[in-house]
C-alpha cells in the first residue's frame, strides 16, 4: 500500500494484524512523506513459504523491495514483529536506513529467554500487567501444527481476548477492524506462517548477537507496558537514540493514540541529527 509524496517511509506491521492497521498514522503522514506499508514474509497479502522467517531473511525481504522498488535509501518504521524486521534491516542493511522508528517491537535478544511461563500471584487479571507483562501467548506460539487448528474460523475469539488485555481502551479498535483481521488469520497458512515469526526467535537471538551498534538515528515509541524494557534496551543497540513514552497507551498504539504516534514520527523525522 502506497500514497503520498515526500522522503519515503517503509512501514512494517505486527502481529496479528496487517497492512490496515497503519492506515490511521499513514494518512497523514502520506501529507509530508511517501508512505509504503509492506506486508511482511507471511502477512495479509504476502505469501506463506515453507520456511524463512528469521528477522533477517525478511528483512532481506524488505530489501529486495526497496531495490526492486527504486529505493536507495528510506525511514524505516515497524511495530511489534515489524519492528524486529525493521530493526534487523537497519543491523543487517545500515546503508538503506536513513532513521529507524520502532514502535513496541525491538529485535529479540538473550532477554527474551527470561520470559516467565507462569505468571507471578496476582500480576495475570483482564489488563496486562504493566509491571510483570505476562504474554502467554509467545509460548503458545511456539507450537507447531496445533495452533491452526485450534483457531481455524475462530481467530476472533483470540484477537478479542488480546485486544481487551493489552490494549487500556480496546474500543478503539473497532468491530470493523477485527473482522479485517480474524478473516485473514482464520487461515491455516496464515496462522501457521505468523506463528513462525516466533518460532524463529532462537535464531534471531543468535543473529543478534553478531550485530554492531546502529549508527542511524533511532526512535523508540513505547506503550504502557515496554517503557521499562525500552529504558535499558534501545540505548544498548545504538548510539543515537530517542525514547518517547505514552504512557496511558496500550500495545496497540496506532488504534489507541494516532495523534501522539503521528506526533512523535513527524518530530524525529523532522529534527535535523548530525
Not at 512523506?33 to 506486508?39: A, N, P, S
Not at 488469520?185 to 554492531?212: G, K, L, M, T, V
Not at 525514547?243 to 494516532?258: I, K, R
Amino acid at each position: 500500500m502506497q500514497g503520498g509524496t515526500g522522503p519515503v517511509l517503509l512501514c512494517l506491521p505486527g502481529w496479528p494484524q496487517t497492512w490496515y492497521s497503519y492506515r490511521s498514522v499513514a494518512l497523514p503522514l502520506a501529507g509530508q512523506y511517501t508512505v509504503i506499508v509492506v506486508d511482511i514474509r507471511g502477512m495479509g497479502s504476502s505469501a506463506t513459504p515453507p520456511a524463512g522467517y528469521d528477522k533477517k531473511t525478511m528483512a532481506t525481504d524488505i530489501y529486495r523491495l526497496m531495490g526492486l522498488l527504486g529505493i536507495g535509501r528510506a525511514n524505516v518504521l515497524g511495530h511489534d514483529i515489524g519492528g524486529m524486521v525493521a530493526a534487523s534491516l537497519a543491523h543487517n542493511y545500515p546503508d538503506v536506513v536513513e532513521r529507524l522508528i520502532l514502535a513496541d517491537g525491538l529485535h529479540p535478544n538473550e532477554g527474551t529467554m527470561q520470559m516467565k511461563l507462569i505468571p507471578d500471584p496476582g500480576t495475570f487479571g483482564d489488563k496486562i500487567d504493566q509491571q510483570q507483562p505476562y504474554t502467554w501467548w509467545m509460548s503458545f506460539n511456539q507450537v507447531k501444527d496445533l495452533p491452526e487448528k485450534l483457531l481455524e474460523g475462530r481467530y476472533r475469539f483470540l484477537l478479542d481476548w488480546l485486544f481487551g488485555y493489552v490494549m487500556v481502551d480496546d474500543s478503539k479498535m473497532p468491530d470493523f477492524e477485527r473482522n479485517i483481521y480474524a478473516s485473514v488469520y482464520d487461515q491455516p497458512e496464515r496462522i501457521r506462517a505468523s506463528n513462525a515469526w516466533y518460532q524463529a526467535f532462537n535464531q534471531d537471538i543468535a543473529d543478534a548477537q553478531h550485530y554492531s551498534r546502529l549508527q542511524m538515528p533511532v526512535l523508540g515509541i513505547a506503550s504502557n507496558v515496554s517503557y521499562g524494557y525500552y529504558q535499558y534496551a534501545l540505548p544498548a543497540i545504538a548510539d543515537d537514540h530517542q525514547l518517547v513514552h505514552l504512557e496511558s497507551t496500550g500495545h496497540y498504539m496506532f488504534e489507541e493514540n494516532p495523534l501522539a504516534v503521528y506526533e512523535a514520527i513527524i518530530a524525529f523525522l523532522a529534527h535535523e541529527h548530525h
